[in-house]
Every structure is written in structure tokens, then in C-alpha cells.
């Protein structure tokens, strides 16, 4: 059991031996918990050094190993749910030296991808779509005559996804040959790892009881009746010893729970497994941050890591804002209802969950549901607040369009992670939102610049009767106080922060600290004023202020942290068109690309969103 990270690359010859997943196959059994003990203890310093995903990938060290010694990889293929269990895959499929550089611009993926390996087999990052895809693939090798095995990895919590169940459902009415392995790290039913189920997980798993199995059934299928009796008896005895008849009657040969850290039984068992024709599903018993005591004991605190020795000190976040918003209101007014899928932390709803439980709703990895539940709850008078990440509302669009704006239903969204997120990389990255939204009648959209402005924001969106967002991003826009107030602000209307001539800028979001720096280089090195605007609404648009803006400037600039197609630069261009009015327009946002992870200041950067970006754009007009 480790106690400490180290702060130096500890010694592992055997892990250092190792480059691809072929020399794992030719170890001897005997040398893989010396591997597995390396494998962790160079997870704990790398990513100790980097910072990352942390407690899920040292519950799977075993686990991994252990596909990896059983299954021909890359020929046979692996399929892991969302990926932050995915760094021991990586180090032991190439990429050990290169796990240092995770997270970080132009180093490895935070999850896994295809593009990156040819033992990633499918790009994931979003929850519960292991299954949908493992099964693709297998049915797609079949139909080619290919004998490559498939498996699919997903957690207990990603089980709670709907996704996860339509797939298990079909899985299980084919006659594919795949294995789903559920790893369970809930703490709640450890007490079923045992002596008992390791004999079932051995006994059921194995060739001998399931020839025997399928060769009874030949016989007692031609006797009368005894057929029937003998299914039920074996049914319900199964039922008896283990949790797996709701996986039986989906139709999946079920094995388990097994030790998720017994890498004999493992191996065994996945051995026994490996062969076996149909949909077969494997439930293993791990331990979240497995052999790193603090992380054994505070799985949420050690999900993910800061590298060691980053500073402590944090301004407050907008999630922050949000969070203490939530608390707030909610005091005022009990028909809040807060509501999230799986966010608690993530959203800053942890001190409201303790402080109005029966107003708290964790509807776990079920986007498309807690959209549809505040439809619901907003039918009954209710006002409902949903917390989401704007990448994870991309799921729930159809209940967004549908069950809400449709309806003209009085439901607040809060989106969190607005605009490109950094480490995360694209598959988390907030960039379509606004367009998305922008096209739904009876939307309001607002996009606070400061922490400041997303507390007035959620004021006004909270109390505006219909369906309304409030978009902010990961961290925060500034170390300034916040103003606490419980004041409005007009619906649509932006705010000229600075009156200049000539050109404009038209800023939707926090960027706008980013195009405050670039005027006041530009009016340094030039003499020349810039107006500056706060547009603060999407939706709807300040059309009193555009054509303002249109009769005292030539140039007009827009400034965004989401995709440039459809976005607020795009409405404004809309608007423009439809009025017959033409001023030079130039639109700054997310382009037509994938922003691969860095910091968000090197991806700001990239996209000439960042200040330097402003300026150039300011200079080119010139």
C-alpha cells in the first residue's frame, strides 16, 4: 500500500521491459503482481508529475493486465467506457515514456483515441458508449468471417447511463460473441467478493460446466416437461447465488462478482470466458484509487490530481458563483429544485444538496432524464434549475427542443464549461451550445463576461417565465470581488463598456477580459479608441444597439468562445443581412476544427481568440 507520491521515477525494471502488449503475453503468471505493483507505483509519480484522471486507472491496474495477457491486442479489441481508467492501457501499449506529457499540448490524449494508437479501438470521453460500440464492431467482424474477440469496459456508474441499457438490450437478443465487464467500484456491495462467488465466478466461467450445460440441454430438450424444470431450477439457483439475473434475462451469460484485484482469478477467468459463444457479461468487484491509501480513503477528492507541488490557491470559479447562487435563491424561494447528471462537485451543488436534500436531484449519467424530469417539475409550478455541462447537454437536445422550449416550460439551465475546457481536450469541450440553442424559438441565452455578470445573469434568466440559459466557463474570468446581488438586469439589452470610433468590438462571454487587454495595447501603440461592448445576451440580440453600432462604425468585430458557424458572431452577421446594412465584418470564435487539449490560454492562442489574436485583427484594419 503506498502512502506518499513519489517525487521521483521509482525503480521498475520489469514495467521498463515491456513496450507493447505481446511481451506482457510471453511473462510468466508468476510475474504479474510484480508487474501490477510497478504498473501502480509509476501510474502514482507520473501522474503525480503531469496530473490527470488518478483514482480510476489504479482500480484497474489488475484488471488491465489482465486483458492484456488473455487478448490478443490489438487483433482482438478493447473497448473502454469514457477512458479515465484508460493511462495503465496506455503505458502498456507504447506509451509509457509518453505519459508524462498527458494532458498537455501536443502530449498524449486524456483519453483514449484512435488516431493516436491502433490499440485504441474506439475515441471515447463521453459516458456508456462502450457497449453500443463494442457490439458494432463485433457484429461487423462476424459479418466479415473475422474471429476477433470484443470487449467492452464500462463502470458501475456509467451503467446508470440509458445508453448503456439500450445497447444492453440489444446485445443481448444477438447471437454476438462479446463480453461486457462491469467494474464495480461502489463500496456498497463489497461484502459479495468472497470465497463463494470466486468458486461461482470459477465454476460458472468454466468450459467444463458450460459444455456440460449445453450438452444437458440437448438431452433434457427431448423430454417432456423435464426440460422446462430443469431451466427454471438452474435459473433460479443461479439467481440464488449471484446478482446477475437481470443481466441472464437480457439475455448475457453473467460470471461474477469477481475480485477485480485477484489477477490469478482474473486471468483465469477471462481465460474461460474468452472463447465462449454469445453475449457474456463479467462483473468484477474493484476498488476506486486501489493502493494508494488517500485515494482509498476520498475516491471523489482523488478522481483527479493537480500536479504535485501546484499552487493551492484558487479564485473563485463561476461553477463557484453558480453554487452559492443555487444556495441563495433557494433560500428565498422554495420552488427551486436543483438538478444534475452526476455533477454534484463538478457544478458546485454540494453545500446545496446538504443544505435542501429534498430539492437536490442527482438523476446519475441520465442527461436526456433530467431534462425532461425539470419538464416535468416546471409543469407543476415548479421552477427547476438544471446544472449541466454544455458538452453533456449536447445529449438531451431532442428533451431540450421537445419536452421544454416546445412547451414554453419555466426551466433555468445553468451551463457549465462553456467554450474550450483545456487538459480535457475536445471531447469536452463546451463549443456548440449557443448554436444549438440559437435556432429554438423561446430561448434566452445568456453569456455572463465575469463572475459578476453570471450572478446578474442567473438572477434575470431564473426569473424570466420559460425556458432559459445561462452559459459560463471552466474557471474564472477575473480576481475581482463579486457583487452579491439579487438584482435583474433587461432582458436582451448589452452594455457599451467603451465608446471609441471606427471599429468595434462585440464580445459574448468571458473573452471579453481577453479583448480589454488587446484595446489597451491597441489604443498604447496606435492613439486610436476601440468601442467595446458587452453584448451579454444571445438571444435575444440587441438589435437597438446593432444598428447603432452599424451607423458609427465601419469595422465590427465579434468575439466568442463557441463555434463560429451558428454562433453569436453568426446571428449578428443574420441580423445584419436581413436589415441590407454591410460593415465590415470579421467573426472570432471556435473555428471549423477540433481544439485539441492544452490550457486554455494555449488554446485561445491557437484560435487568435487570446488578446494577441485581438490585436492582430485590430491591426490587419488598420
Not at 366 to 383: R, S, Y
Not at 460 to 487: H, K, L, M, Q, W
Not at 519 to 538: E, G, H, I, N, P
Amino acid at each position: 500500500m503506498f502512502q506518499q507520491i513519489p517525487t521521483s521515477r521509482p525503480q521498475t525494471p520489469l514495467l521498463d521491459s515491456l513496450d507493447l502488449p505481446k511481451q506482457v503475453r510471453d511473462l510468466a503468471a508468476d510475474q504479474l503482481p510484480q508487474l501490477a505493483n510497478e504498473l501502480r507505483e509509476y501510474l502514482l509519480y507520473s501522474v503525480g508529475q503531469s496530473g490527470g484522471h488518478f483514482g480510476a486507472g489504479l482500480g484497474v491496474v489488475e484488471l488491465t493486465i489482465a486483458l492484456h495477457y488473455v487478448y490478443n491486442t490489438p487483433d482482438d479489441v478493447l473497448v473502454w467506457d469514457v477512458g479515465h481508467q484508460a493511462y495503465p492501457h496506455k503505458v502498456l501499449t507504447g506509451r509509457r515514456e509518453q505519459l508524462p506529457s498527458i494532458r498537455q499540448k501536443d502530449g498524449l490524449s486524456p483519453f483514449p483515441k484512435r488516431s493516436e494508437s491502433e490499440f485504441d479501438s474506439f475515441g471515447v470521453g463521453h459516458s456508456s458508449t462502450s457497449i453500443s460500440a463494442a457490439l458494432g464492431m463485433a457484429i461487423a467482424a462476424k459479418s466479415t468471417g473475422s474471429h476477433k474477440k470484443v470487449a467492452a469496459i464500462i463502470g458501475d456508474g456509467a451503467m446508470t447511463a440509458g445508453q448503456a441499457f439500450e445497447a444492453l438490450n440489444h446485445a443481448g437478443h444477438t447471437d454476438t460473441d462479446m463480453l461486457v465487464i462491469l467494474n464495480d467500484n461502489d463500496m456498497s456491495i463489497s461484502e459479495n467478493v468472497g470465497g463463494l462467488n470466486k468458486y461461482l465466478a470459477k465454476l460458472l466461467s468454466s468450459k467444463t460446466y458450460n459444455n456440460m450445460r449445453e450438452g444437458s440441454r440437448k438431452v433434457l430438450s427431448t423430454i417432456p416437461h423435464i426440460w422446462e424444470l430443469a431451466s427454471k431450477t438452474e435459473e433460479h439457483v443461479k439467481g440464488f447465488f449471484t446478482p446477475g439475473i437481470f443481466f441472464e434475462e437480457l439475455g448475457f451469460n453473467y460470471i461474477g462478482p469477481v475480485d477485480g484485484h485477484d489477477l490469478e482469478a482474473l486471468v483465469r477467468t477471462l481465460g474461460n470466458m474468452r472463447d465462449l459463444k454469445g453475449p457474456q457479461f463479467l462483473h468484477i468487484i474493484t476498488k476506486k484509487g486501489k493502493g494508494f491509501a488517500p485515494a482509498e480513503k476520498d475516491q471523489i477528492k482523488y478522481h483527479a490530481l493537480s500536479p504535485v507541488g501546484a499552487s493551492a490557491k484558487k479564485a473563485k470559479t463561476f461553477s463557484n458563483i453558480f453554487g452559492k447562487w443555487a444556495c441563495d435563491t433557494a433560500t428565498l424561494d422554495n420552488r427551486l429544485m436543483a438538478i444534475t447528471p452526476a455533477m454534484r462537485e463538478g457544478s458546485d451543488l454540494v453545500k446545496f444538496s446538504e443544505k435542501f436534500p429534498d430539492r437536490y436531484f442527482d438523476v446519475a449519467i441520465a442527461e436526456q432524464h433530467a431534462v425532461t424530469v425539470a419538464a416535468g417539475m416546471a409543469c407543476e409550478g415548479a421552477k427547476p434549475v438544471v446544472a449541466i455541462y454544455s458538452t453533456f447537454l449536447q445529449r438531451a437536445y431532442d428533451q431540450l427542443v421537445h419536452d421544454v422550449a416546445l412547451q414554453n416550460l419555466d426551466v433555468t439551465f445553468a451551463i457549465d464549461r462553456a467554450g474550450v475546457v483545456g487538459a480535457d481536450g475536445p471531447t469536452h469541450a463546451g463549443a456548440y451550445d449557443i448554436s444549438f440553442m440559437r435556432c429554438i424559438p423561446n430561448m434566452v441565452i445568456a453569456c455572463p463576461s465575469d463572475e459578476t455578470q453570471c450572478r446578474l445573469m442567473l438572477n434575470t434568466c431564473y426569473e424570466f417565465n420559460g425556458p432559459a440559459a445561462v452559459r459560463y466557463p471552466r474557471g474564472n474570468a477575473s480576481e475581482d470581488e463579486v457583487t452579491i446581488t439579487n438584482e435583474t438586469v433587461e432582458i436582451g439589452k448589452g452594455e457599451v463598456l467603451q465608446q471609441g470610433e471606427h471599429v468595434a468590438i462585440l464580445c459574448f462571454g468571458p473573452l471579453l477580459h481577453e479583448a480589454k487587454k488587446a484595446v489597451a495595447m491597441y489604443k498604447q501603440a496606435s492613439s486610436k479608441q476601440v468601442t467595446l461592448v458587452d453584448m451579454r445576451f444571445v438571444k435575444p440580440i440587441d438589435e437597438a444597439l446593432l444598428l447603432s453600432i452599424a451607423q458609427n462604425h465601419q469595422h465590427i468585430i465579434t468575439l466568442e468562445d463557441n463555434a463560429i458557424m451558428g454562433g453569436a458572431g453568426s446571428a449578428i452577421d443574420e441580423f445584419y443581412a436581413a436589415n441590407h446594412i454591410q460593415p465590415n465584418l470579421v467573426n472570432l470564435g471556435i473555428p471549423d476544427a477540433y481544439i485539441e487539449h492544452g490550457s486554455q490560454a494555449q488554446q485561445w492562442a491557437e484560435m487568435g481568440i487570446d488578446a494577441n489574436g485581438i490585436l492582430a485583427q485590430l491591426n490587419k484594419i488598420d
